[in-house]
C-alpha cells in the first residue's frame, strides 16, 4: 500500500512537501516514483528515485522540485518549490519493482502500485 499526504492549497511560488508511505514491499529497491494528473488531461511523470539512489524527473519540473527517500522510513517525499498554476492536479504516489530500459516513454506503465493521490492546488 501506498499512502500519500502534504497536498493542499498554496500561492504561486510558494512551496509544498508531499509524503508517501510504503508498506508491502522491500523499500529500499522499490522504485518510487511521483505522477499528477490535472482535469482533462493524462497522468504525468513528475519524478522517481531507484533503489541505486539514481533520480528522474519530468521536464516540466527539473530545477524545481525534488524527491528523496528515507529507506529507514519507508517513505519518499516530493519537495516543490517555486510553484505555478500549472502545477494543479491531484499527485500520485506510485512504485515499481524496477525500471526497463526506455521506461521513460512510457511511465505509467512501469509503476504497478499506486496511492489514492492528494490534490495539490497552486493559485494564481
Known amino acids: 500500500d501506498l499512502v500519500e499526504s502534504g497536498g493542499g492549497l498554496v500561492q504561486t511560488g510558494g512551496s509544498l512537501r508531499l509524503s508517501c508511505v510504503a508498506s508491502g514491499r522491500t523499500f529500499s529497491t522499490t522504485v518510487m516514483g511521483w505522477f499528477r494528473q490535472a482535469p482533462k488531461k493524462e497522468r504525468e511523470f513528475v519524478a522517481a528515485?531507484?533503489?541505486?539512489?539514481?533520480?528522474y524527473y519530468g521536464d516540466s519540473v527539473k530545477g524545481r522540485f525534488t524527491i528523496s527517500r528515507d529507506n529507514a522510513k519507508n517513505t519518499v517525499h516530493l519537495y516543490m518549490n517555486n510553484l505555478e498554476p500549472e502545477d494543479t492536479a491531484i499527485y500520485y504516489c506510485a512504485a515499481a519493482p524496477f525500471l526497463r530500459a526506455g521506461w521513460t516513454l512510457t511511465p505509467v506503465q512501469e509503476f504497478d502500485t499506486w496511492g489514492q493521490g492528494t490534490q495539490v492546488t497552486v493559485s494564481s
Open positions: 528515485s531507484a533503489g541505486s539512489g539514481n533520480t
